[in-house]
Nanobody, 118 residues
Framework: QVQLVESGGGLVQAGGSLRLSCATS????????IGWYRQAAEKERELVAD???????NYVDSVKGRFTISRDNAKNTVYLQMNSLKPEDTAVYYC????????????WGQGTLVTVSS
C-alpha cells in the first residue's frame, strides 16, 4: 500500500556529508511515521531517525547533532541529512513507513549504501 524508494548513498570520507532521500507514494494517509534505518555488516537493523505526521523527530543517540531528518510534503519525500560522518555510520540505509498500529507499511528494499572511509 505504500511504496518507498531510497537514494543518495555513496562513498564519503570521514567528516563529510550526504543527503539521503526517501520518495513515498501509495496510500500515504495511512502513514504515522517515516523512519530511516540502517544495517551495518554483521549488525542488526536499527532505527536511525524518524519523523511523525505531526512533525516530531527522534534520533538514535549516536547521530544526534549530526543527522537531521526532514520532509518535503509537496514532493512526498523525506530526507536524512548526514553531516560529520564517521566510519561507524557505514551501513545500508533504508527508509520505511509505519502505520498507526506500528507495523511497517513498506517492503524492505535494497536500500542505499553509505560508506564512510577513514
Amino acid at each position: 500500500q505504500v511504496q518507498l524508494v531510497e537514494s543518495g548513498g555513496g562513498l564519503v570520507q570521514a567528516g563529510g556529508s550526504l543527503r539521503l532521500s526517501c520518495a513515498t507514494s501509495g496510500i500515504t494517509r495511512s502513514i504515522k511515521a517515516i523512519g530511516w534505518y540502517r544495517q551495518a555488516a554483521e549488525k542488526e537493523r536499527e532505527l536511525v531517525a524518524d519523523i511523525t505526521r505531526g512533525g516530531s523527530r527522534n534520533y538514535v543517540d549516536s547521530v544526534k547533532g549530526r543527522f537531521t531528518i526532514s520532509r518535503d510534503n509537496a514532493k512526498n519525500t523525506v530526507y536524512l541529512q548526514m553531516n560529520s560522518l564517521k566510519p561507524e555510520d557505514t551501513a545500508v540505509y533504508y527508509c520505511n513507513a509505519r502505520g498507526y498500529d506500528g507495523r511497517y507499511l513498506g517492503v524492505w528494499g535494497q536500500g542505499t549504501l553509505v560508506t564512510v572511509s577513514s
